[in-house]
């Protein structure tokens, strides 16, 4: 089995300039999509490709932009066809969010850097249904009892925020049904419990990392629904 690849390539992410499907949970993601594209698998939506987790950073700010990717264990660039210059140009990057913390803590000497974050936690808050919220996180509650308040909170957050075509938002989830709680939860250890990501980003296959973290998913589920000694 061919774990890794040859040479390591950013990762890369197209908006997409026409309507467009994912080629593995053929949900239909309409125009302006932000998708991967890999060999022998067509496009797949953020969620498939296990990037949802990641926020974005706009091309701009340099500084914050070089730290955050050094910070971040997995990234990706974003790109977008210019019908101008007949080319894909650079839009920013995908990073995880305490990467681009991170990295606004290091250039907090630079005003514009503050100017940014304000922008950014308005923006993150605008795309927030706060009730919804707070349903989703009392429905992880319910079915992981030991999970950390904070932690429900922030991966209801995360999964509910409004336009992102994250599980939170699907028709599923909206009348909080259970399997789609549980999608939620399990993307988060996933991604923040385990080394998937790590994994992703030194070339492994989705589907071999994902199988190299069953065993660490399962365990923290099963702590977080109070079955640990199972």
């Known amino acids: 089995m061919n774990q890794r690849t040859s040479k390591q390539e950013d990762l890369k992410v197209f908006i997409s300039s026409r309507e467009s499907t994912c080629d593995e949970c053929k949900e239909e993601l309409g125009s302006k999509a932000w998708i991967t594209l890999k060999e022998g698998k067509g496009a797949l939506c953020l969620a498939c490709a296990d990037l949802d987790h990641l926020v974005f950073l706009p091309s701009g700010d340099a500084a914050v932009t070089r730290r955050a990717r050094k910070h971040s264990t997995l990234s990706a660039v974003v790109l977008k066809w210019s019908k101008a210059r007949k080319r894909y140009e650079r839009q920013g990057l995908l990073v995880e969010e305490p990467a681009l913390r991170q990295a606004e803590i290091e250039c907090l000497a630079d005003e514009n850097a503050r100017v940014q974050r304000r922008i ?3 923006d993150r808050r605008a795309a927030l249904d706060l009730a919804y919220v707070e349903r989703f996180a ?12 904070e932690t429900a909170k922030s991966i209801a957050e995360h999964a509910c925020a409004k336009y992102s075509g994250r599980v939170g938002r699907s028709a599923a989830a909206k009348v909080l049904d259970e399997q789609a709680v549980r999608w939620a939860v ?5 991604h923040v419990e385990t080394r998937y990501d790590r994994l992703l980003m030194s070339g492994w296959d989705r589907v071999d990392a994902r199988i190299s973290v069953e065993d660490a998913v399962r365990s923290v589920l099963a702590k977080w629904q109070g079955n640990e000694a199972l």
Not at 139 to 146: E, K, N, T, W
Not at 186 to 190: L, P, S
């Open 186 to 190: 399990v993307a988060h250890v996933c």
């Open 120 to 122: 950014r936690e308005a």
């Open 138 to 149: 009392e429905a992880i509650r319910q079915l992981y009892p030991q999970c950390p308040p």
